[in-house]
């Protein structure tokens, strides 16, 4: 584990270099806040502008950190297009005192309800007596969607919710209580497929708020909502059968071996890459189906801190409608779940929120050993 001295050091110059490519222009999408540490740091490093010629048609979408890469750890530069070696070469000579420099790419984060979605994995058939498992598919009643049920939680008084995306289940806060919520998401719903069944109702929402973030703090921004169970019963707390929702979450580390059963992905493997710093913007676009009169329309950018990526092992590690499953580390007592699944964009890299922020803003815990065996 990297001390908190490391670990500020290695922001720093991850800010700075975040800085000056906001500074030169060529950083895609996303500001710095105005007030802040991020100008103070930009001194602490000193940059050759001849770096920048390597960006200028290939834009940074993002910066990590990722305190596990060697001594001192190492910053990470995201463009949409892969540097070229001489690029890359060009970058790392122009910046001086910044460490070690990974290079990887990464696509900006657009939920919309529009883009195709990839088929659902099949269902589990066996083992759960019947009951609907986490990592299955899931929507609101009355949109054509399909995301991910991530895990079962519990709050003080010990009712039972379904733990999802804000955009999934939620409406991007736009869903009102009491809205059905549907297993197989509407999306999945069709002849020889699974009938649909209530899971549960819509209960609440997290922050899901569009905004410059030197207005709108992202850092209180949560994509998660959560439904009541309305048999609970019906449903287990197994993740497609795979494995059963840890007891514990925990903090995301980087370089560490994850995992998710998703929607559409079923379940995949990969490692947290980095953390991004600085707030980290993600393109909203949904229609909520109120009644026949009304409708809520969501679209705009919303700013989030902090944001994890994580890089698929062989191949995508979540693709459209995997949003919402949860992301474990560790195996059998040790693991632990890390955060859920908000956005992937069918390369390899997903990108994951912290699991524990969202259960505190909840007041909510995970539940396990939940319907995991067993006729009902």
Known sequence: MASDRKIRALRERALSVRAWAERNRLLQAGRLPIAGGPAMAVATVAFAESAATAFIRKPIVA?????GRGADGAVVIYTAR??????????????????????????????????????????????????????????LGNVREAGTLGCLVRDGEGVLYGLSANHVTGGCSNARPGAPIVGPGIKDVGAGLPDP???????????????????????????????????????????????????????????EAVEKVGRSTGLTRGVIESQIVGPFPVSY???????????????????????????????PFALAGDSGALVTAGTG????????????????????????????????????????????
């Open 333 to 376: 007592t040790a693991r632990r779940a890390v955060g859920i699944v908000f956005s992937g964009r069918g390369a390899e890299e997903s990108y994951m929120l912290p699991l524990k922020p969202i259960l505190d803003d909840l007041g909510m815990t995970l539940v396990s050993g939940h319907g995991t065996g067993g006729a009902r």
């Open 285 to 315: 676009r949904t229609t909520i189906f109120h009644s026949a009169e009304e409708d809520a329309e969501f679209r705009g950018q919303v700013f989030f801190d902090p944001v994890y990526v994580v890089r698929g092992e062989d191949g």
């Open 197 to 255: 069944r209530t899971l549960g109702h819509h209960a609440r929402a997290l922050a899901l708020v569009p905004g410059d973030p030197a207005s709108v703090a992202p850092g209180r921004n949560r994509d998660a909502a959560v439904f009541r169970l309305l048999d609970p019963e019906a449903l287990s707390s197994s993740q497609g059968g795979h494995h059963d929702t840890p007891e514990e979450a925990a903090d995301p580390v980087e370089e």
């Open 82 to 139: 892969p540097l070229t070696l001489a690029e890359s070469a060009q970058v790392a000579e122009g910046f001086r005192d910044t460490g070690e420099l990974l290079f990887r790419v990464a696509k900006p984060p657009v939920l919309d309800a529009a883009l195709p979605a990839a088929l659902a994995a099949p269902l589990p058939r066996a083992g759960l007596g019947g009951r609907y498992p986490c990592g299955s598919s899931v929507s």
């Open 63 to 67: 910066v990590g950190m990722n305190p």
